[in-house]
């Protein structure tokens, strides 16, 4: 039977409820070149990251891309399938590869009515991502490119369970919404002061309290909307 407990919303279910569900999801690994959506089109499965970190962007008409939510293993991709079948509004694409558990669209939602537990802990999570975008927005016009990019880093350790991964410069500054060169810069601040290591394709963190000190409040607001207990 497959092990639910390493995606954080899964893991609040009982273990009869795991029982019932396990048999529902498979186990599925997904390398960085791997589009899970594109805007327009209808997604057949969910995802709930155990291992890797996915991101969701918004395309432009002229083809820019910006990333408006990340999910890792505090959530799941996407959001509104909980809902009901619909056309995607944004690309999904993982920021980090590794292991997903995945379910067939209408699957999740004949679990969510069989399982009223499910149900309250997706609500909950789709309030926390909406606050999430919030703070978020917020974030990307009151602070600098370095703490910024310290909070973004923190995070995806957090929600991959790994503290080395891959990122390009492109990658990042996508992620960031800022320019290569300024990516270049700021990770190298980071890396002189023996917070991370930054070398061509990937990123270490050395020293995580020291990265929470440079990383913007933005941080600490958003790990609290996801470790708080449900009342549900």
Known sequence: MLQLSENRILARLSDAEHEQLAPRFDRVALTRSFVIAEPGMTLEFAYFPVGCVLSSLIV???GMTVETATAGNEGMVYAGLSLRPQ?????IIP????E???IAAEELLRSIRE???????????????LL??????????RHTVEQRMARWLLLCADRSGKDEFELTQEFLAMMLGVRRQSVNVTAGLLNDRRLIDYRRGGIKVLD???LTSAACECYRAISR????????
Do not use: K, V, W
């Open 60 to 62: 432009f008409e002229n």
């Open 87 to 91: 056309h995607m509004p944004y690309r």
């Open 95 to 98: 920021q980090i590869a590794g």
């Open 100 to 102: 997903c558990l995945r």
């Open 115 to 129: 399982i009223p537990r499910l149900g309250a802990l997706l609500q909950r999570y789709c309030l926390s991502l």
């Open 132 to 141: 999430e975008t919030s703070q978020n927005a917020a974030c990307n016009l």
């Open 208 to 210: 995580r309290a020291g």
């Open 225 to 232: 909307l996801y470790d708080a207990e449900p009342t549900a």
